[in-house]
């Protein structure tokens, strides 16, 4: 079901408020929008330092849970999470339908997205907006609701309390997880022709990398924060005791900090030999890292997801991506020898994108035989320039950008090519009516490149390109496409 159907259902009244203390149960409710498919650490972190600190909150996951009418009736304070695009987009109505039903309660939006949006969802929506390490601020922000006082607080933004992201080392309990949805509602790992239970964990936050289109750079600047090992393995371990079998490590990049991230699937593999894991890198990590790789293989990894954006070293200079295409082509024979999978990720259209350097990616992933390491979604993926991005401090994008877009959380651009838009459109179609459908991976491929050639006036290549063999040879996946 689309998340957004969660959003509807019977109508309620809007109640009054009741006083109450907030460590009341359910006078805290926390909602996660979307992440990507995953049990939303979102959620699970925020809950977890709340109970240490004797409050008794609820939690949501719209996306794969109806909204409870009854619990955000009882509710006087909201927190919706919102770490990327579309969980910001599905949060406003979150938000919307929260202010019918309780008119007098607390409306808090924490995450990347929030940080980047703070003005516009202070001026709608929200009481309050937090971002960067949020879970300190909202403990204390709930400290201060519960005295009636309106005293600043670091990380916290307000109406007329402006306040940038929280940054500062947390101590951090294991994340609770025994309110969410169980495991078995969420993606699963595929592979071999089987699927497997998965769980997700972080083991570090932020980015010591500053990629400009990137949405971690105007939050963190720069800073990244480990998570505790010991605290990562617990949670290791009550994933596996709930039935996972292989663990997706969320970090924006398990490989900022490589000792930290070793020792913890060192850790995971002498207690747990079976289980599997997979996380993401910068291609320019995966290049400087090579020694590890074999050993990460031996460990457990099976697949490492990266986001190589494009092949054209034209767009990736604009990105600041720290890479070259050549980079790419090293990153993939790294893995390879050590047996692991490259999945990419890509930002296929972009104002310098042309349409020689779209068709060059689909000619790498075919002459390379990687159409079934990039998820389809990937050839349609756009680049999202929201409020508060890097690049708006680039000229070299000023010319494509258009008026900001507020209720859409972007700056839309034109491409100077209207053949690269047109395309653009015409693969979020093909690429939306596979997912629907479950189109094979090859089939959507075949697709998508007729239209690029016939969109620049080329003859397509003769041929089907080299398919799968078989499911059980396919390369392992999580089978929750990537979306932004």
Not at 175 to 202: C, F, I, N
Not at 304 to 327: F, N, R, Y
Not at 343 to 358: A, M
Request: proline share 7%; hydrophobic share 40%.
């Amino acid at each position: 079901m689309p998340v957004s159907e969660h959003l509807t259902g019977e109508q309620t009244r809007p109640t009054r408020f009741h006083p109450g203390s907030l460590q009341d149960p359910g006078a805290i409710l926390l909602i996660s929008c979307y992440e990507l498919g995953r049990q939303p650490l979102g959620v699970a972190f925020p809950l977890s330092f709340l109970q240490q600190s004797g409050y008794e909150p609820e939690v949501l996951d719209i996306s794969i849970q109806e909204l409870d009418e009854k619990k955000i009736a009882r509710a006087r304070f909201v927190g919706i999470s919102v770490p990327m695009h579309t969980a910001l987009r599905l949060g406003v109505q979150v938000a919307e339908r929260v202010r019918e039903i309780n008119l007098a309660c607390h409306i808090c939006f924490y995450g990347l997205y929030a940080t980047l949006n703070a003005d516009y969802l202070l001026e709608h929506w929200a009481d309050s907006v937090i971002g960067g390490e949020i879970e300190a601020p909202l403990v204390q922000l709930i400290g201060v609701l519960e005295r009636g006082d309106r005293a600043p607080i670091p990380g916290i933004a307000r109406r007329q309390q402006n306040a940038g992201p929280f940054l500062e080392k947390l101590s951090f309990p294991v994340p609770s997880r025994h309110s969410l949805p169980d495991l078995t509602k969420y993606a699963r790992l595929e592979q071999g022709g089987e699927q497997r239970l998965v769980g997700t964990v972080e083991a570090s936050r932020g980015c010591k990398y500053m990629c400009l289109h990137c949405p971690i750079p105007p939050v963190y600047g720069g800073r990244f924060f480990v998570v505790p090992s010991e605290v990562v393995l617990k949670d290791i371990r009550n994933l596996v005791g709930a039935g996972a079998s292989h663990i997706t490590f969320g970090d924006p990049d398990f490989l900022n900090g490589p000792a930290h991230s070793l020792r913890i699937v060192r850790a995971m593999h002498r207690e747990f030999p079976e289980v599997t894991f997979d996380f993401t890198a910068k291609i320019e990590h995966i290049v400087k890292h090579r020694a590890i790789f074999p050993e990460l293989s031996a460990l457990g990894c099976l697949f490492v997801v990266s986001a190589v954006e494009s092949l054209s070293d034209v767009v990736l200079g604009h990105l600041e991506k720290g890479h070259t295409c050549a980079d790419v082509v090293t990153s993939l024979e790294i893995l390879r020898e050590a047996g692991i999978t490259l999945r990419l990720s890509l930002v296929s259209f972009t104002p310098w994108t042309t349409l020689d350097d779209y068709i060059e990616v689909l000619e790498f992933v075919e002459n390379h035989g990687l159409i079934d390491q990039v998820d389809s979604v990937q050839y349609s993926i756009r680049l999202l320039v929201p409020p508060g991005s890097a690049l708006l401090k680039r000229p070299a994008i000023r010319p494509f950008l258009g008026e900001l877009d507020q209720a859409s959380f972007l700056y839309p651009w034109v491409h100077p090519d209207p053949r690269v838009d047109l395309l653009y459109h015409e693969v979020s179609a093909v690429v939306e009516e596979a997912a629907c459908s479950g189109e094979e991976p090859v089939k959507t491929f075949q697709r998508v490149r007729e239209l690029a050639y016939r969109m620049r006036g080329d003859p397509v290549p003769a041929g089907v390109p080299a398919g799968l063999d078989s499911v059980k040879r396919r390369a392992p996946r999580l089978t929750e496409s990537w979306f932004c």
